[in-house]
Each structure stands twice: as C-alpha cells, then as structure tokens.
C-alpha cells in the first residue's frame, strides 16, 4: 500500500475532515463516496487529488442510461455481425470487438490511478449493485474471452452522488463516505482567495456578505453554491464593479448587480425582488 | 470501549454493520487519524455512517458516549484547550478582569459551563445574558461585553474547536424524523419522484429495427426506444381549517410542485373528516360542492389516494350520524371512511401530528384502524414510506423505513 498522503492543492481548499476522508480511503485501498450541495466541488475533488499525487486519472461520467458493464468493456456484437456480412478478415477475433471501459483501463495502469464514479445516482437503481464484486475485489471475468482482469494496483476510488437516487445498504457498506458541508464564510475565503489572489479585500467582503444574504433567502429553489460565487465574482471583476455598488444603497437597485450568476430561476429572482423590497419599507 | 459504542450507536437508530465497525478499526490500526478527539470522531462517521440523515443521530450517541473522554485524548495531546484559551484572553484582557475570571471559578468551571449551554441551548440566539450567541453579555459568544467572555467562531478557526463539532448538531436538519417544512421539502420532492419514476432502461423497437434493417439492405440496425415511464394518478384529500392549514399548505406545494411527474393529480377538500361532501376551493367551500359518491364513481380504483390530516377530532364526529362539527351528516364518518377505503385499494393518510401523540388520542387511533394502519408521520420518512405503501402495497416495516416485501406481494 502507498503511503501517498493529499493534504490539499494550491487551487483547492480541503477542511481536515475531508482530507481525513481522502486520506483514509487512500491508505485503505476504500473507494470514497462523497455527497453534498451542488457545486461544492464534488468532482473537482478527484481531478485535484490526482494532480497532487501526480496519478493517472480515469473518469467514468454516468448517465440514466448507464450500465455498469459499460464501465467494464463491451462487447460490440453489432459491428462484428456487421463486418461478417461484409466478410472482414479481423472477425475472426473476438479481441477486436471488445472495447475497454473506464474500469479496466484504470486496473490496467502502471502506477496507482484515481478513479472518478461521478454522478452514481443518476443511473439505474441497481447499478451499484452490479460493481460489488468489481470495487471489493477490483477484479473481474471476461465472459467472451475467459480472462480474469485484476487490478494491477488498487486504484484510488472516488464516488460522487447527488441524492437523486438512494444507493443500496450493499453497496454503501463497502464505501467510506463524506458530506461536503457548505463552506462558512472563512473556509468561502479562502476559496475564493485562491482563486482570485489579486482580489480587493473591500470587494471580497461586500461580494461574500451579499452572497451569503442570498444564500440565507428563504424558500430559495436553488442556493447558489461555492461554483456560482466563483462565476460571479469573474464576472463582477470583468465588469470592473467596485465595491460601494455592491452595498446597493442605491434604492433603486433592489437586487445586487449580475445577478443571474447566483440565481438560477425566474421564481427565485421574483422573490428575492419581494423580500428586499420589504426589508426596505420595514427599514425605512 | 468501542465495542459498546457500536451497540450504542446501532441502539440510536444509526445503521451500521459489523463490516464497517471491522473497517473502523483497521482504519485506527492504519494510524490514519492522529490522537485527536475530532480526528477521531471524522474517521468514526466517515467510516460508519453513509448517510447524512443519520448524522444528527450519530453525534448524539458520540457525545453521550464521550462525554468526558475528550480528556482522555486531551491528555495524550500536546494541544490543551484551557491552555490556549488562556493564551487567547491573557491578550485581551487585563490584570484586573483575569484576576475576576478567577474569583467565579476559574477556568475548568467556566469550560463545564460552555459545555452545559451548549446542551441545553437550540438554534441560534442573540442578545441576552444566558445563552451563546452574539452582542449579548453571557461569558460565551462574540461580540460580548462580560469581561470572562469566552469569543466563539470569530477569530482563527482555532477557536471554533471550542464548540465540539459534534455537540454543534450541524445536520439536525438533514435527519429524516423531523416534520417537513420549506426547509426540507425539496428532500420530499426527491422522494416523491423517485415514486413516481424508476429507472430509465431503454427497450428495443423490433418494427423499428425491422424497417431500419431492411432499408439497410439486410445489413442489421438496431432501434431503440425509451420505456414507457410509470404513469401515477394521485387524489389528494386533504383536512382545512384551523392547525392544519400550514401543513396542509406545504402539503399542495409539494405536491403540485411534483405534478409533472403524475399522469393526473387531483385534490379535495374536507373539514376533520371525510362525509358525503368535499369541495375544491375553499374560498367557496360552502356554495360549490362536490358528492363523494360522485368523486369515487368519477376516479377509478388505480387512483392511488393520499390523505392529509391530523385526524384529531371528538370520536363523535366519525362514529356518530349528525357529528359533523360543520353540517348535519346523515350517515358517520365512519361509513364514508369505509367506502372510500373499499374503494380505492391503494391509500395512505399522512399524519402531522408527532407519532408518539397517536395512541394518546381515541379518534387518531379509529382512523388508523379505518385505514388498516397505514397511516404515516408527515416527515421525510413517512412521506418516504407512505409512498413506498403506494407504489407496492403491502409491505413489512422494518425501524429505519427499510422494507422487506411481504411473501404475497406479485409485484
């Protein structure tokens, strides 16, 4: 077992509770599920934990149509039925139809690779059911072949679930799993700090506290996430806005400049609308 | 010593398998977490638990558990928190007000305290002279004017350690046992969809393939196409007027806001019980009625019917002729109950009301028995298992909302 540790990357900001979880899954050959608020870099998680341990990274993006034997390989029947009726030397062998899935291609590597599951929820309901043997055991049987493939080494597994779908109790057993909190203001940033480094610190603390005020609306659809701030505040250093604009004391304004970054939704605009036209009466 | 905290945390209602408590240890044994309390309560939830809604669940049997253990892993620490808390106000405070600290106690009693609060305060708080929280003049919270004041999640993250992370009770609102309100009612939307859709397996269109092949000139070509999605209808009967209007409120938003997902979505008013009239506005529930034999000749039985309703009421107004608070009913409640249920096979009764107020109260019990049972606590769980009992029918409850099917369900 490698004694490869994270301990968070120059463009990532990891709490100790989440590079408690990476490092624990990594010593212990685990795969990692991880669950959480849209975009509060899920996904991002793995690209920036095989770039600092500089691992080869195999992503499998799953879809509703997903199989997991598509993560294995497939065996391409169709074009090979095809290339008979049009009388193909390579025919002959069935190598040459089976086409290698993320899975195998990350057991196959040289050196220790990460391995992305992303979005396990959004496939069918028994689909982590069918990877239970592949992720306890990291290997797997070729049907058409009669080969064994193993694991050359066990590959580092990070799993990513939006909560569409409950995953099964099997299944979960087999994982470690953590909740990626949304960040408090500090962790938020430091994020953002680490994105942007040359930010004003006046434009940061105006920019933080009117999203954490939207974020804090009641009844919102969508809150908008540590990605959405990102996006904005791109935008609000692209338009160049400086930081008095931000506070809004312009009554006029009711609702904070570029707002589409953060709110996703004609209703949720509607109603942040109301309730700060609200807050103005009741202030004045 | 952990051993027991694994048949704690399982007695909590938390669902964990020996496996995972085995995975736990080698995870110890591996040296992953350092000997740090936190540390050490990560790797135990990382480890043990996989669902946030079991959070809140897991950090109250870890605290009552190691309450008192802190010390413990204190000890072997170099880290001492009284220490640094020493640190911290030796700057901030002066000779004269350090010397008052010690007059109350002293620094241990004023750590037993914070933890006492903490205990015993819900939900955030500001201003007053007791509770943590801001601007107020308690020794505990930021912003205070008490000279022992201890400043909480202000300063460095460092501080924030003085709230266990496990006694804060971050995920209370991730804990499927709680009511539903705005808070949680995207999670019951989630839910609801998951009821309404399963899967998104794609079939093959033999004419499709067929045609596609033969004007390939015999070479094969495959057609798929979509499965046909479940198609529910659903009747919704829900109780207005009085304490239920807010739950009955969230109850039309939930469900209209999933009616994309439902074939046809109906729903009825009536006032505590259901008799031979319902009406559909209740701005006018007086002058438009609609006949209940009407609505059960005019919705079919594969209409699934949900009621919502806190089903509190005098006995009277279901077993007695004339009960009824509103009109004079010529047959009970009861009858009409019964003819409903006869009706639609498929039917559940979702309960505001919290589940350990039900044997308490006669006439929660009679409609209970009136529904053969299933009825269920309007809470992400219920919902969840409310509409589970839809969906399939009859099945075993387990604790935790797990089913298994009963040996005669077909399906």
Same mark, same amino acid.
């Given at each position: 077992m490698s004694a490869a540790r994270f301990s968070g990357t120059d463009s990532y900001v990891a709490t100790p509770d989440l590079l408690m979880a990476v490092n624990a899954a990594i010593t212990l050959g685990r795969p990692l599920l991880i669950k959480g608020e849209p975009g509060t870099g899920k996904t991002q998680l793995a690209l920036e934990i095989a770039r600092a341990l500089e691992r080869p990274l195999f992503e499998w993006h799953i879809k509703s149509t997903s199989k997991a034997q598509q993560g294995l390989y497939e065996y391409d029947a169709v074009s090979r039925l095809r290339d008979s009726q049009l009388g193909e !030397?390579?025919?002959? !062998?069935i190598r040459n139809y089976i086409v290698k899935g993320s899975l195998w291609e990350a057991f196959e590597s040289q050196v220790q690779p990460v391995l992305l599951i992303d979005e396990i929820d959004k496939a069918d309901i028994e689909f982590p059911n069918d990877l239970l043997r592949e992720l306890d055991r990291m290997e797997f049987y070729v049907n058409e072949t009669r080969e064994l493939v193993k694991a050359r080494h066990r590959p580092v597994i990070l799993i990513t679930s939006n909560n569409e779908k409950e995953l099964p109790d099997a299944f979960l057993r087999r994982c470690f799993f953590h909740y990626i909190r949304f960040p408090d203001a500090d962790t938020l940033e430091k994020i953002v700090r680490v994105h942007y480094?040359?930010?004003k610190s006046e434009l940061l603390r105006e920019a933080l506290t009117t999203f954490f005020n939207v974020r804090e609306?009641?009844?919102?659809r969508k809150k908008p996430s540590t990605s959405e701030l990102l996006d904005w505040i791109k935008l609000l250093l692209a338009e160049d806005i400086s930081p008095e604009a931000l506070r809004g004391d312009d009554p006029k304004k009711l609702i904070p400049v570029l707002h589409g970054a953060l709110l996703k939704n004609e209703q949720d605009v509607h109603l942040f609308e109301q309730l700060v036209f609200l807050n103005r009466r009741a202030g004045r | 010593m952990l051993v027991r905290f694994f048949n704690d945390l399982r007695a909590g209602g938390v669902p964990v398998t020996l496996p995972e408590f085995l995975s736990l240890l080698e995870a110890l044994e591996a040296r992953v977490? #350092?000997? #740090?309390a936190e540390e050490f309560y990560y790797l135990a939830r990382m480890a043990m638990v996989k669902d946030e809604r079991h959070f809140d669940r897991f950090d109250r049997v870890f605290a009552e558990h190691f309450e008192g253990a802190e010390k413990l892993f204190e000890k072997l620490t170099a880290e001492l928190p009284p220490e640094w808390l020493k640190q911290l106000t030796e700057r901030l405070m002066s000779e004269e007000e350090r010397r008052r600290v010690e007059s109350l106690g002293g620094w241990d009693k004023l750590l037993e305290t914070l933890r006492e609060r903490l205990r015993e305060q819900r939900g955030r708080h500001e201003g007053g002279n007791k509770w943590i929280g801001t601007a107020g003049t308690s020794p505990f919270g930021n912003q205070g004017f008490n000279p022992e004041g201890v400043r909480m999640g202000q300063e460095s993250s460092r501080h924030r350690r003085a709230v266990k992370v496990w006694e804060a009770r971050d995920y209370r609102n991730l804990d499927d046992g709680v009511t539903l309100g705005t808070r949680n009612l995207k999670m019951a939307l989630r839910r609801l969809r998951r009821f309404a859709r399963e899967g998104a397996a794609e079939e093959l269109d033999l004419d499709g393939t067929i045609d596609a092949t033969a004007r390939n000139a015999g070479l094969l070509d495959l057609k798929l196409v979509p499965e046909r999605r479940n198609a529910v209808k659903l009747l919704l009967l829900l109780d207005v007027g009085g304490s239920m209007d807010p739950h009955v409120k969230a109850c039309e938003e939930l469900f209209s806001a999933a009616r994309a997902e439902f074939k046809h979505l109906e729903y009825f008013y009536f006032h505590n019980f259901p008799y031979e009239r319902l009406w559909k506005d209740n701005r006018r529930r007086f002058s438009v009625m609609t006949d209940t034999l009407g609505v059960l000749r005019t919705f079919n039985p594969d209409y699934r019917v949900l009621f919502v309703g806190d089903a509190t009421m005098s006995p009277y107004e279901i077993e007695q002729p004339g009960g009824s608070v509103e009109h004079w009913n010529a047959e009970s409640g009861r009858v009409w109950m019964t003819r409903i249920a006869a009706h639609f096979p498929r039917l559940v009764w979702l309960n505001p009301?919290?589940?350990?107020?039900w044997a308490w109260t006669m006439s929660i019990e009679i409609t209970r028995e009136l529904v053969d049972g299933r009825m269920f606590p309007l809470t992400l769980d219920g919902l969840d298992r409310a509409m589970r009992e839809l969906k399939h029918g009859r099945r075993i409850y387990s604790r935790h909302g797990t089913t298994d099917r009963a040996p005669t369900d077909a399906r």
């Open positions: !030397e390579k025919v002959r !062998e480094p040359d930010l609306t009641p009844g919102l | 977490a #350092s000997l #740090s009301e919290p589940v350990d107020r």
